[in-house]
């Protein structure tokens, strides 16, 4: 009897294999018969979404990632197997999605202050995009022409979230600009919000996100699918937020973006309906007054209303601003300065794509850029604009030689220890140029030099440009080899640390740590591991010291390391023609 039992136990246990592993062979067969018309849509606990555009967004929103992977996650996109193996025990199970713990790092700021970040494993933010993807198109529609940031671009499909940045950024000036030259307005209220993403509670954004979904207007079933999603929301970001405070969403997401919108609705709501005349970008606030006593009046709502949200204002960037007086005007027609005319001429001459108009525009954005870092401008999203068009002008071959732009480089190398916060723009202009024997050894005192090296963040990006530059120093060696001695807790220096002893080490290195990689507690720790001792044997090495460990959103990884990037530890920003110098460049409003 004990055995028949046991027979039809197996024999039940066989049946929910073939049964789950049907569930992704349909799956995988449904998204690859569907390439062509970019619909594979997958359900997980009730709620569909298309994993076409999901990825497509998701791949978008990672290009400016403060912790950009070392791979750009290509391994994980080169088809939608590895993504599908990993959602299997969920699709079209009434189950929810469990996230992974988040890891949090600070990010320095402007005066040396920080910023949190929350970083998650890719399948989880997958989810997170997924989730967002499935409510924005409805739920975007609940805000006023007031509010201007992360609108939802409502032509469903393509990889485009939101409405272009810049042109939205130029309706908000504009408008406000419209509403003070009304010959009864004479005060511009201005000023931002304090910790933004940091404060939000997770419980009021859901129930906030749960009244926004009653009150739309969905059929039945439509309503019973957003209200899954706002469940699965809950729980990714409470795993993900301040334990203690049930506060703070991930920031620098698209799917936090699109949130903390949401989250500002009842705020947005009251100042409208109390006759302000109110606008808003992110958490940039401009209010048109007819005098200064209406505009404390709308000041001291604002800041009540932000205070039932647990927000408020950064009351050293508030003020009231009357035109009658000539230097607050003056303050006031700063604030509403749609653009930089040097920046428009130099922009219609690059879209221009002919050899005349770049030649006329180059000095031009070279000057720019410098007066810029001289000026300590480097967070001003013209900076950004120099930056990101020079790097890639510098990716076009017969360019290259032409830009004259070492003053430039000398600039950014030497800024990197005075503005630790721009680390990341720097980083992408400094892979991308060319780098003497002085600007290594820059680089090279940041990172060894424990007075100057104080934030993690900045040491994983410069650990990362000279794993793409292949550049050796003995000296660096070691200290990356003192980092992985537990004398570095931080998993950002010690993946940048594991990763650039694999890819510029020896062979010493690499088993070193293969035989310890028990001691990565963590998927960022561990996916730079990965890539980086992907050329060792499975057998002799990967199967005893490895697999046991593995974070199980990594299940995978080292088989597609292993034969499709054997030999490529960080992705190199590839050569561009002028034909691809507009296409996937960065918007330059934050």
Request: net charge positive.
């Amino acid at each position: 009897m004990g055995f028949l039992r046991r027979l039809s136990l197996a024999a039940i246990v066989k049946k929910r294999k073939r049964k789950k592993n049907l569930v992704i062979e349909n799956t995988l067969k449904k998204t690859t018969n569907s390439e062509e018309h970019n619909i594979s849509e997958i359900n997980i606990s009730g709620i569909t979404f298309n994993l076409d555009i999901t990825i497509k967004r998701l791949k978008r929103d990672l290009r400016d990632d403060w912790f950009p992977d070392f791979l750009n996650y290509q391994d994980v996109f080169q088809d939608t197997s590895y993504i599908l193996s990993h959602l299997s025990k969920y699709i079209n199970q009434n189950k929810m999605y469990i996230a992974s713990p988040a890891l949090h790092f600070d990010i320095p700021k402007p005066g040396y202050t920080i910023r949190y970040s929350t970083e998650t494993n890719i399948i989880d933010r997958l989810m997170y995009q997924a989730c967002v993807d499935v409510i924005a198109n409805d739920l975007d529609k609940i805000h006023s022409e007031s509010v201007y940031s992360h609108r939802i671009n409502q032509e469903w499909g393509t990889k485009y979230f939101f409405r272009y940045a810049v042109d939205e950024w130029n309706k908000f000036l504009i408008d406000t600009k419209i509403e003070l030259d009304k010959e009864e307005n004479e005060v511009l209220l201005v000023t931002d919000l304090s910790s933004y993403y940091e404060a939000i509670s997770i419980n009021d954004l859901i129930k906030t996100l749960d009244f926004q979904i009653e009150n739309l207007g969905l059929s039945e079933v439509k309503e019973k699918e957003f209200k899954k999603v706002a469940t699965q929301l809950k729980s990714l970001l409470s795993t993900w937020c301040e334990p203690n405070t049930k506060r703070g969403i991930p920031q620098n997401r698209d799917a936090s973006s699109f949130l903390s919108n949401l989250f500002l609705n009842p705020v947005d709501d009251s100042m409208l309906k109390s006759g302000y005349k109110y606008f808003r970008y992110m958490d940039d606030i401009r209010i048109v007054c007819k005098d200064k006593f209406e505009a404390r009046k709308a000041l001291k709502l604002l800041v009540n209303e932000l205070r039932k949200k647990g927000l408020n204002i950064n009351s050293k960037k508030t003020e009231i601003l009357d035109l009658n007086n000539a230097e607050q005007r003056l303050k006031a027609n700063e604030a509403l300065q749609q653009s930089d005319k040097q920046i428009d001429q130099i922009e219609n001459l690059l879209k221009s794509k002919t050899a005349r108009g770049v030649q006329v525009a180059v000095p031009m954005l070279r000057k720019k850029t410098i007066a810029l870092i001289e000026g300590g401008g480097t967070l001003d999203r013209h900076f950004r604009f120099c930056v990101n068009r020079l790097e890639r002008l510098i990716r076009i071959p017969e360019l290259k030689l032409k830009l004259e732009i070492d003053e430039i480089t000398d600039s950014i190398i030497r800024e990197l220890l005075n503005q630790p916060w721009s680390t990341d723009t720097f980083s992408r202009y400094i892979t991308s140029s060319n780098l003497n024997e002085d600007h290594f050894k820059e680089i090279m005192s940041i990172i060894i030099d424990d007075k100057k090296n104080i934030y993690e963040w900045q040491e994983y990006n410069l650990w990362r440009v000279l794993i793409c530059k292949e550049f050796k120093n003995e000296a660096l060696f070691s200290k990356a080899r003192e980092n992985l001695k537990f004398k570095a807790t931080n998993p950002a220096i010690i993946a940048g640390s594991v990763l650039y002893l694999c890819a510029l080490g020896d062979g010493n290195d690499k088993k070193n740590i293969a035989d310890n990689f028990k001691n990565l507690n963590n998927y960022f720790t561990q996916r730079a591991a990965i890539i980086g001792i992907k050329n060792l044997d499975y057998t002799a090495i990967i199967k005893p010291t490895v697999e046991s460990y593995l974070d199980p959103s990594l299940i995978g990884c080292y088989t597609r390391l292993r034969d499709n990037y054997k030999n490529k530890y960080c992705d190199i920003p590839q050569k561009l023609n002028y034909r691809d110098f507009y296409n996937e460049l960065p918007d330059f409003i934050s």
